[in-house]
């Protein structure tokens, strides 16, 4: 059994243009009747930064559009946003979200790779393709990208890529690996819902049925559940002998996704 819970981040877009950098004339001191005064002078951006402006713009509104679930404005933000800019890594990250949202994987694909590599110092960027890679079957490879986005300097949110490294090293059963980094994970934070439910599956295959239940219980506490969550909290259960558990764990499912399939106390469920 597998969970695909990784953690896909949208970068923070820089949205703040009134901060922008000014291009200044200094004014020109003259003295008239024993007065200093100042001539007229002009203040105004320069080209560059009308250009960061625009494009900031766009991808301020196509993130607004994205969040409204109008997928085709967002698109044309953005792709308005990457002519304007090419090496917009941000633009490119919207149109993979959007190609994400429209069931297109292999354009997302593209456009998140595009986005790594234009921002190779972003974390962010690497832990996105990384994520990708790892729900389409590239999980090898992927471990590639997240190294990238641990390594990267200034990645505000390491924990992040960790926990998404060793749950995907856990699917290629590389289980030294993943117990490495997702305990670095939980070291930084705890509460990462990723990691919790990595270890708990982990100590699950492991046979570790009393560790499995404490991570899974405080899976279940960090975030909202999934059916794989409560599936793996009912399985534990049930090897630790309480089938009363394990069967609240099965009402869960049945109660909060109705049309998930085969959901019986240690038997296999849908989607």
Not at 73 to 84: D, G
Request: hydrophobic share 40%; with cysteine.
């Amino acid at each position: 059994m597998r969970h695909k819970a990784l953690c896909l981040l949208l970068v923070p877009l820089l949205l703040a243009t009134a901060c922008s950098r000014l291009t200044f004339v200094r004014p020109k001191m003259e003295r008239k009747d024993g007065e200093q005064i100042a001539q007229d002078y002009s203040v105004k951006d320069s080209p560059e930064v009308k250009r960061r402006q625009s494009v900031q713009m766009m991808v301020s509104r196509s993130v607004q559009r994205l969040q409204a679930g109008d997928l085709e404005t967002a698109e044309k933000e953005a792709r308005a946003a990457l002519k304007l800019a090419p090496d917009s890594a941000d633009a490119e990250t919207l149109l993979a979200v959007v190609a994400d949202r429209r069931g297109q994987s292999e354009q997302a694909g593209q456009h998140y790779r595009r986005a790594a590599e234009l921002a190779p110092a972003q974390g962010a960027m690497q832990n996105n393709y990384g994520t990708w890679l790892c729900a389409n079957g590239f999980q090898a490879e992927s471990l590639v990208w997240f190294d990238r986005a641990m390594q990267a300097p200034g990645y505000g949110t390491p924990a992040v890529a960790q926990a998404n490294a060793g749950n995907c090293a856990l699917g290629t059963g590389q289980l030294e690996r993943a117990e490495r980094d997702l305990r670095q994970a939980l070291s930084r934070d705890p509460s990462n819902a990723t990691a919790l439910g990595a270890m708990a599956e982990l100590e699950f295959r492991r046979q570790q049925y009393l560790p499995a239940r404490a991570f899974i219980e405080r899976r279940l506490a960090a975030g909202p559940a999934s059916v794989a969550v409560l599936k793996l909290a009912s399985q534990i259960e049930e090897r630790l002998g309480d089938k009363a558990a394990a069967s609240r764990y099965v009402q869960r499912i049945r109660a909060e996704f109705p049309d998930a399939r085969d959901v019986t106390t240690g038997g296999n469920a849908g989607p």
